[in-house]
């Protein structure tokens, strides 16, 4: 069990939450500008957008700035990493932001704490798609 957490215990996992952390803020934050002229889960949607773009460029830069390959081709494996990592976030969001968590706060924190909780639910998950897939070596996966 201690070889398969090594990678959550390295540098660049750490790197990996700073860069998820700040692309999770930006997601988080631009949600509430967009849930000013949009339904919330269309917010959501938006906000999961803003954060893909901050976090694609972040991770690119100091967590895989070693990796080979071309910009489109990451960018490409990056989108099909957050397709699945979306379903999380989507799911998350929902079943906390607008089933669960309204019958216990207002609406506005049920938005806020279900979308907040959302945000960070797939980072393992990504952690290892995007080491092994997004910003893979040419070879096969180490």
């Not at 397709?83 to 938005?111: I, K, N, Q, Y």
Request: proline share 5%; hydrophobic share 55%.
């Amino acid at each position: 069990m201690h070889e398969r957490l090594r990678p959550l215990l390295s540098r660049q996992f750490a790197a990996f939450l700073l860069v998820g952390g700040t692309a999770a803020a930006a997601q988080w934050l631009s949600r509430f500008a967009f849930s000013h002229a949009l339904p919330y889960a269309a917010a959501v949607v938006c906000a999961y957008a803003v954060g893909v773009l901050v976090a694609f460029e972040l991770n690119r830069r100091f967590v895989f700035p070693t990796a080979p390959g071309d910009r489109r081709g990451q960018f490409m494996r990056f989108l099909a990493v957050n397709v699945v990592s979306f379903a999380v976030v989507w799911l998350v969001s929902m079943l906390l932001g607008e089933l669960l968590l309204p019958r216990f706060m207002s609406r506005a924190w049920a938005e806020a704490i279900g979308h907040g909780v959302g945000v960070l639910s797939p980072a393992v998950l990504s952690f290892a798609l995007h080491k092994r897939y997004t910003f893979r070596s040419h070879g096969p996966a180490k």
